[in-house]
């Protein structure tokens, strides 16, 4: 199942979504953990906020982050 996620620049513009799919000409093994590693903070409310994920599956990485200077609330949406 693909996995969307929304990216805002830091200057107020958003990216089209990052659709991650499965690989699926590689085998995976179901016992293999996933883990993400997740952080965010704003200053202020509005304020400028940022976020960002580590996503960890065996010896593999993957990094998603993502900044803006002044977003409506301190939610992402």
Same mark, same amino acid.
């Given at each position: 199942?693909?996995i969307s996620i929304?990216?805002?620049?830091?200057?107020?513009?958003?990216?089209?979504?990052?659709?991650?799919?499965?690989?699926?000409?590689?085998?995976?093994? &179901?016992?293999?953990?996933?883990?993400?590693?997740?952080?965010? #903070?704003? !200053?202020?409310? /509005?304020?400028a906020g940022g *976020?960002?994920?580590? &996503?960890?599956?065996?010896?593999?990485?993957?990094?998603?982050? #993502?900044? !803006?200077?002044? /977003?409506?609330?301190?939610? *992402?949406?």
């Open positions: 199942m693909p929304r990216r805002n620049l830091s200057d107020g513009t958003t990216h089209k979504p990052l659709i991650i799919t499965p690989d699926t000409t590689q085998r995976h093994d &179901m016992d293999t953990p996933v883990y993400l590693y997740t952080d965010g #903070a704003c !200053k202020g409310n /509005p304020g *976020w960002g994920v580590l &996503m960890r599956y065996g010896s593999r990485e993957k990094n998603f982050s #993502a900044a !803006k200077r002044k /977003p409506p609330t301190t939610a *992402w949406s």
